[in-house]
């Protein structure tokens, strides 16, 4: 600090210097985030030979693969994609506002209700005209999950993976296991794989969602597609005795699932089943990404979750699907829809499945000839069910899974007795929850 | 930032008479004497200095606050203002009797200050003392004490992950618990996780106080400690009757930071279970419900409401009792 009388002149920085640095330095702090605002298609506004996209692919795999979509498509069509690229945890986070600021012609999201939370609030643009061209490539069951409440679609579907129980080819080959396909199959199995000195079913649950995973399963096997669908959209009550059965079953299987399942995470989860030590583990197709050895990765295998009540036998898959949305007011909205049309395609598909292997195609006429076995079967899988579900934090509210249920599930992994109390702490939460 | 312009007003308006230096210079450049002592400019110069912090800090503080308080009485998922609901107390009555969370957070937050308080305070004290005795090696050690603090608590967070994890962490396999039939879940258990994030927290707290002491215990003056000496006191008798009195600044010092510490306890967490059950802070809490895209942003503020009525109850005594002291000085 220079302490001197007014209007002496001293070497260094002086109090006008200092206060245009002050200045200057506000100046910068107002102008970051108008900056950030604008980030990605500020540069590009109404130019017609450009579609801006916010992307939530950071990592370098799906990173490259959609970069080489977007190569595909300008050499087509000659209109530039301008990727935003955000943190993919940071781009879920910050949805909410970055929908209702000024988002890219284009963005990343997820099927189901989470697309239909945005088209119902009116940040999202109708695609209807998008459909009439790419409907044909797509099942029925991908229709449904891109279509909003009011019956227009706002979502173009790009790849999926189910959700089953793995297993190592190897070992169920050594001890003689059969695949169970029943509930009592599967409790047999467990047993026996117990005696063997196998932890039967690998579980954890640090990151608070896998356990939403088992529940899901658990539920539209007892209990069928459409119940489901109520509860998570908050309509069957969470006291209903059909949800008391569910955790009735869950606590039934919990003694066979990895002990001190709420402090692992589901990677490390995933290295026991890599090193032969469980016998199973629920989870989606990318827990190959934990497979880094190239026999291992082929020696695993997969399995519907068994029947657990005949009336719906294994008919429900659970198959998160990522694809895309196109925002309220997109700058440049014919070359968005261009862009939308060409990501409908099965070549889009198929450039992207090149680079990831965990995942299949969302279109039924993509390619599969170069799919690897497990590719096949989750295709096989997802085209042969009757309905297909997301995950529950995405064909749920958001707020309510990740403050109530989350918690929830914890605790009765943990506590498998307190089931009572627990589910009527759920029902009144999201009572709150769902009248807002 | 925030000294400069609090303290340039002084500097620009020297008292009449403030040094000779300072009257030639000011009669050299100001020939007009003390008529006016501040130009056009200096006045502009002064109101931008004392006007932009101002309104930095009532935007950044105090708009923000109320603006919290007010939310805490409304239901808002944060799409658009128009979708903000009035509903009175909802938010409160909903926090205190339906969820699960909130009570085991707020004991949560006490536990985490007394055993700051308890454990890492006297550690800290003790290991302050012991190098202010000019041992060899003492920077080495203080700054192998004061390592942690410096650390980020994400850092932190994550090296304490590796000593905790059920299956590959540090402890678990010395002690050969990463067995099944023997498993001790330092991250999940809510009988221990607690405590195992305390022992992280306390780790880099011990550090930290150890400094403030340290800081304090070389501010003592040496002839009081030789008057003691004199006096025949041992050491244990000199550091309880002689030099921990004259530490009382530091130890006000150490508690406003022991309580701030405790209320804002957040990262450390966050990185270690996310605030699962046994561990749930009401920082935490309020980040689930409004960061994210769970966007309960009323319900995440009443909670936020809370933790600051919390930190004005600590707070506000303590302002009282400085204040009154200061004007008795």
């Not at chain 1, 988002?103 to 009116?122: I, L, T």
């Not at chain 1, 583990?281 to 190959?288: D, E, H, I, K, M």
């Not at chain 1, 409908?344 to 170069?370: C, F, H, M, R």
């Not at chain 2, 030099?243 to 957040?266: K, S, W």
């Amino acid at each position: 600090m220079h302490l001197t009388p007014s209007g002496l002149a001293v070497p260094g920085p002086s109090r006008r210097t200092l206060l245009r640095g002050v200045g200057g330095a506000a100046a910068l702090g107002a102008g970051v985030p108008l900056l950030s605002a604008c980030g990605g298609s500020g540069s590009s506004a109404g130019d017609s030979k450009t579609v801006t996209l916010g992307s939530n692919a950071s990592d370098a795999v799906p990173k490259k693969a959609f970069a080489e979509i977007y190569a595909a498509f300008k050499k087509q069509s000659g209109i530039t994609v301008d990727v935003n690229t955000k943190d993919h945890n940071t781009f879920q986070e910050q949805i909410n506002t970055y929908l209702q600021g000024t988002p890219d012609d284009v963005f990343h999201w997820f099927a189901g209700y989470r697309m239909q939370f945005f088209a119902e609030k009116g940040l999202a643009n109708p695609i209807d005209d998008v459909w009439d061209k790419i409907g044909g490539n797509f099942p029925e069951a991908m229709k449904k999950l891109s279509q909003g409440a009011d019956g227009k679609f706002y979502f173009v579907p790009l790849y999926t993976y189910p959700w089953a129980l793995f297993y190592r080819k190897s070992v169920f080959a050594e001890k003689g296991y059969e695949v169970p396909t029943t509930w009592d199959q599967l409790i047999a199995l467990c047993k026996q794989m117990e005696k063997d000195k196998l932890v039967p079913i690998a579980f954890g649950d640090k990151d608070a969602w896998p356990a939403m995973g088992t529940f899901d399963q658990l539920n539209f096997r007892t209990n069928g597609y459409d119940f489901h669908v109520e509860l998570m959209a908050g309509k069957a009550s969470w006291t209903d005795a059909k949800v008391r059965k569910v955790f009735d079953l869950w606590a039934e299987l919990l003694p066979y699932h990895q002990e001190g399942a709420v402090g692992r995470t589901w990677q490390d989860a995933a290295q026991t089943l890599a090193s032969k030590k469980a016998g199973m583990y629920l989870l989606g197709t990318f827990v190959g990404q934990q497979f880094t050895n190239k026999d291992d990765l082929d020696d695993l295998d997969f399995f519907a979750f068994p029947e657990i009540d005949p009336a719906y036998g294994q008919d429900t898959v659970e198959a998160p699907t990522d694809g895309f949305m196109m925002s309220k007011s997109p700058k440049n909205k014919a070359g968005a829809v261009k862009l939308m049309e060409f990501l409908g395609t099965p070549e889009a598909e198929q450039i992207y499945l090149k680079a990831d292997p965990n995942v299949v195609a969302a279109s039924t006429k993509a390619d599969i000839s170069s799919y690897t076995p497990m590719q096949k079967k989750a295709y096989e899988m997802i085209s042969g069910a009757k309905t297909l579900t997301q995950f529950m934090d995405r064909d749920s509210r958001p707020d309510f899974t990740s403050t109530v249920m989350q918690p929830a599930l914890q605790k009765f992994i943990r506590d498998p007795k307190g089931i009572d109390s627990l589910l009527s702490s759920i029902e009144r939460q999201k009572k709150t929850i769902f009248a807002s | 930032m925030t000294t400069t312009p609090t303290e340039s007003p002084e500097a620009a308006t020297p008292p009449p008479g403030s040094g000779p230096a300072a009257k030639t210079a000011k009669a050299a450049k100001v020939p007009r004497g003390h008529r006016r002592l501040l130009t056009r400019r200096d006045r502009l110069t002064l109101g931008l200095m004392a006007g932009l912090p101002t309104i930095l800090h009532v935007a950044l503080v105090w708009v923000t606050a109320f603006a919290s308080i007010a939310l805490a009485f409304t239901t808002w998922d944060g799409i658009g203002f128009d979708s903000i609901k009035w509903v009175g107390f909802d938010n409160f009555k909903e926090l205190f009797t339906n969820n699960p969370q909130f009570w085991p957070a707020v004991e949560h937050n006490i536990i985490w200050f007394v055993a700051l308080i308890l454990i890492p305070t006297p550690l800290g004290l003790f290991l302050a003392v012991q190098l202010d005795k000019q041992i060899r090696f003492s920077r080495v050690y203080q700054t192998a004490f004061f390592l942690p603090v410096v650390m980020s608590l994400a850092v932190i967070g994550f090296v304490w992950q590796l000593i905790y994890n059920p299956d590959t962490g540090l402890i678990n396999s010395l002690i050969g618990a990463n067995e099944p039939g023997h498993y001790i879940d330092w991250i999940g258990d809510p009988d221990l996780n607690l405590w195992a994030i305390l022992i992280a927290a306390s780790w880099r707290h011990a550090g930290y106080m150890m400094i403030l002491y340290l800081a304090g215990l070389k501010g003592v003056d040496p002839s009081l400690r030789e008057a003691s000496a004199l006096d025949g006191a041992n050491e244990w008798q000199t550091f309880k009757n002689v030099i921990f009195p004259t530490l009382r600044p530091t130890n006000t010092v150490v508690l406003v930071v022991t309580i701030i510490e405790a209320l804002r306890a957040f990262d450390l967490v966050f990185v270690f279970n996310k605030g699962a059950e046994g561990t749930e802070l009401l920082s935490i809490l309020v980040t689930n419900n409004i960061i994210g895209e769970s966007s309960r942003i009323g319900y995440g503020s009443a909670i936020a409401v809370v933790l600051l009525v919390i930190s004005l109850v600590v707070i506000i005594p303590y302002l009282i009792a400085t204040f009154r002291k200061e004007r008795r000085a």
